[in-house]
């Protein structure tokens, strides 16, 4: 008998809206995640700090752990920590960073996860992925999804604006993404799924297009959206081809390369994303993503987070050796460092200053 369908991985919820926060309690036992109550809810000492004191009285048999950052030993510490407390699930609370910890976990000690953002800087709050840093620099960690997803967008509308905005350069990289898949598919015979890739662009293209800005929950609204639909994507494709091309591979050159200069993630993928673009030909198409990426105050040169020309020629050249074993515009065009700073004279003039 043949196949006709197939089981995609993902939250049992995805809560997005303002005010959803507060509404956590419910959801979990409605969705009978957690019904005793009894949780175990990991947060940092900034923003999911600030939230403990609103969130604590709704949630009397909580258990709050403080995570120092997202390192692979914070994550080992949170999971040791957490193993005598017969937990019904663990609420990672705050940054990229905690829910990454989160993640791994509740892997590590067999609980399922909540992952509570309180911001969208990247697609990562969504996605079978943890990344955290380790002794040997950074490594990626596969994790089960998480089990549920609560973004209130009130709390969004309070982070940082840098870190939504780079939520905004992650989720518009999807495009660039797609297309080294393809590119891949056309040269080497690599096999796309044609759902999950269907998933990222469209996340992508939602977020390209709409005419909205950070200061609006519709545009917040379909961020959200478009970054969990990315962590899916994932999840159906078994690896993170869906959302990781040429311009990911330049983002971890740049925080490979400089570590210490590097810029967020997602502000390095944008501006990587429409450089690749223009590589692969695309030239309107690159031009209309700068000019996106701009209105929303996303950086598309190099010098606007602090690089030389020279110095993304040595990013753009080094970065093929990030993912051994990839196939994007990098590794087809194989470009020397002249016909780099070539290209990229080309596209400075192509997207205007």
């Known amino acids: ?18 005010g959803a926060l507060d509404d956590l309690a419910g959801v979990l036992a409605d ?6 109550g009894k949780l175990a809810v990991a947060v940092s000492d900034g923003s999911g700090a600030r939230l403990r004191e609103r969130l604590s009285p709704s949630l009397p048999g909580a258990t709050w752990y ?15 920590e957490m193993k005598s407390g017969h937990y019904d699930a663990l609420v990672g609370l705050g940054g990229g960073k905690i829910i990454d910890c989160a993640k791994f976990a509740a892997a590590r000690v067999g609980l399922p996860l909540v992952a509570v953002p309180t911001n969208l800087a990247h697609d990562g709050l969504c996605s079978p992925v943890a990344t955290l840093d380790n002794d040997a620099g950074r490594g990626s960690y596969g994790v089960p999804n998480p ?9 969004i509308r309070d982070a940082p ?6 939520g905004i350069g992650d989720a518009i990289s999807n495009i660039n993404s797609i297309a080294d898949w393809e590119l891949s598919n056309r040269v080497n015979g ?24 950070i200061g609006d929950n519709g545009f917040l609204q379909v961020l959200a959206e478009a970054l969990v639909l990315t ?62 990426l701009r209105r929303h105050g996303l950086p598309v040169l190099p010098q606007e987070i602090g ?26 065009l194989d470009l020397k460092p002249e016909q780099i700073k070539d290209t990229y004279a080309d596209y400075v003039k192509a997207i205007g200053s």
């Open 1 to 18: 008998m043949p196949v006709l369908t197939r089981l995609i991985p993902s939250p049992v919820v995805v809560d997005i809206r303002p």
């Open 31 to 36: 969705e009978r995640i957690s019904h005793s």
């Open 66 to 80: 403080e995570v120092g950052g997202g390192t692979l030993d914070d994550a080992v510490r949170l999971a040791g």
């Open 147 to 155: 089990i549920a997803v609560v973004i209130d967008l009130d709390v």
């Open 161 to 166: 604006a840098r870190f939504v905005r780079a």
């Open 190 to 213: 690599e096999k796309v799924d044609g759902l999950a890739a269907a998933m990222a662009r469209q996340a992508g293209e939602a977020v390209l297009r709409h005419p909205g800005g």
């Open 231 to 292: 962590g899916i994507a994932m999840s159906i494709s078994g690896d993170s081809r869906p959302a990781s091309g040429s311009c990911h591979e330049i983002n971890h050159a740049f925080d490979l390369l400089f570590p210490k200069r590097a810029a967020a993630h997602g502000e390095q993928c944008g501006l990587g994303a429409a450089f690749a673009m223009y590589l692969r030909g695309a030239h309107e198409e690159a031009a209309f993503m700068a000019q996106v």
């Open 307 to 332: 690089f030389t020309v020279d110095e993304f020629v040595r990013v753009v050249e080094f970065a093929p050796q990030t993912r051994p074993g990839r196939y994007t515009i990098l590794e087809h």
